[in-house]
């Protein structure tokens, strides 16, 4: 009996080895894929982002768009959803503002001055625009984008925050209206620089000289001639010399003088330039310049 039981005990084990041997093998675990980019987190309206910048130290991201914008609606399923852009995004507080919304998303689009469409806008947690694109970017240049605005909010986030311990900081008031005009924000600009003038006598002359001259460029864009031709004058007027800056405020002023039809005022001021900075980029510009009078 023991031995009967035995061979149907070593039968049943071979039987059990041919039956695994011939089963398939489990499937092998695909390897895992990698999650899709979560894309960029927006807030739900722009007060809602504002506390966050503010609470975070952030600066902002302005969305502005509208249903019928065919590039708007790109931005949203190529570029936001690329890893590296929403990467980046993650140092900025997003919105959107549709321009044809609310009554507050419209006022939104006019204040910042919105005119055509996209336009993503760069704010500081305090709601100061200082950075604006109007126009589609791939996910390659929006990147760079964001990367420029980010540089930008550090300045702008220093000189705002040196503003809030003394409004009247010459330093700050010349750096942010600096980085305004620089950016084709001429309007914010200018009244930053207006500010700064009043109060930049503890500045270094060449800044001095410097704020005057881009002063002088930022009242002529808005039409202010004799303004903008008297800040030139009082930029050359400092002292000591500062050549670079001399050189480049004699040159406007030259050209400040043949604008109004002065012509042997605008002969003069160029010659002074070569005087005073025979070496750099503004005498090439005055020797053709003074080629070119009659």
């Not at 503002?97 to 469409?117: D, H």
């Not at 309007?187 to 002088?216: C, H, I, M, P, T």
């Not at 460029?217 to 009082?234: F, G, I, K, Y």
Request: charged share 25%; net charge neutral.
């Amino acid at each position: 009996m023991f031995a009967k039981a035995s061979s149907r005990g070593v039968a049943r084990a071979l039987l059990g080895l041919v039956l695994a041997w011939l089963a398939p093998a489990p499937p092998i675990a695909a390897a895992a894929e990698p999650a899709a980019p979560a894309g960029i987190p927006w807030e739900k309206d722009f007060k809602s982002a504002l506390r966050s910048a503010k609470a975070a130290g952030k600066p902002i991201m302005v969305d502005f768009w509208a249903s019928w914008c065919h590039w708007c609606h790109q931005l949203d399923e190529t570029t936001y959803r690329d890893a590296k852009v929403a990467g980046l995004a993650r140092d900025f507080v997003a919105v959107k503002v549709n321009t044809e919304g609310g009554l507050e998303e419209r006022q939104l689009t006019s204040q910042y001055g919105v005119e055509t469409l996209p336009t993503i806008a760069f704010l500081s947690p305090q709601g100061r625009l200082f950075f604006l694109r109007s126009e589609f970017e791939n996910p390659e240049r929006f990147s760079a984008t964001l990367e420029t605005a980010r540089a930008l909010a550090k300045d702008t986030i220093a000189w705002e925050a040196a503003l809030a311990k003394d409004h009247h900081d010459a330093a700050a008031l010349a750096g942010l209206g600096h980085l305004l005009v620089g950016q084709g924000l001429v309007a914010n600009g200018r009244e930053l620089l207006r500010e700064a003038r009043k109060s930049d006598q503890g500045l270094a002359v060449a800044e001095r000289k410097r704020l005057r001259r881009e002063l002088s460029l930022a009242e002529r864009q808005a039409s202010r001639w004799a303004e903008s031709e008297r800040l030139l004058e009082e930029a050359v007027a400092l002292q000591p010399v500062v050549a670079e800056e001399d050189g480049a405020a004699l040159f406007a002023l030259g050209d400040a003088y043949l604008q109004r039809g002065d012509v042997a005022r605008a002969r003069t001021t160029w010659k002074r330039c070569l005087e005073l900075a025979p070496d750099g980029p503004w005498a090439a510009r005055s020797q053709h310049a003074l080629a070119a009078l009659p």
